[in-house]
């Protein structure tokens, strides 16, 4: 099992910049693939990114692609998602997600909510015109 903080939302002005983080709890980080997810208010939650065990895979929305990049640093158990050219359709509560796959998987990026396993309390991003 793995418990998911997220860290680094906050209000910003169109056109700025994030860093949100998500801190895994375990010691088989390893083992799984992570995602990031978004649900602003009165919308369905829907995929931002994802990146595959070995962290050489990545999956983007076609709404976020060139402006958002997302990492995973082992050695600290945390993925990171950048967030650049901020736009206020980017205003939403984001949430980190993973899920454990076995060897076979370890290229794959899952791009669906319910393919995930565990979730965070999510971060809430606003972004100002």
């Known amino acids: 099992q793995v418990q998911l903080v997220e860290s680094g939302g906050e209000l910003v002005q169109a056109g700025g910049s994030l860093r949100l983080s998500c801190a895994a709890s375990?010691?088989?980080?390893?083992?799984?693939?992570m995602g990031w997810f978004r649900q602003a208010s009165g919308k369905e939650r829907e995929f931002v990114a994802a990146?595959?065990?070995?962290?050489?895979?990545?999956s983007y929305a076609d709404s976020v692609k060139g402006r958002f990049t997302l990492s995973r640093d082992s050695a600290k158990n945390t993925v990171y998602l950048q967030l650049n050219s901020l736009k206020p359709e980017d205003t939403a509560v984001y949430y980190c997600?993973?899920?454990?796959?076995?060897?076979?998987?370890?290229?794959?990026?899952?791009?669906?909510?319910?393919?995930?396993?565990?979730w965070g309390q999510g971060t809430q991003v606003t972004v100002s015109s």
């Open positions: 990146v595959s065990r070995s962290g050489s895979t990545k």
């Open positions: 997600a993973a899920v454990s796959l076995g060897g076979g998987y370890y290229y794959y990026t899952p791009r669906s909510q319910y393919e995930f396993t565990y």
């Open positions: 375990g010691r088989t980080f390893g083992n799984y693939a």
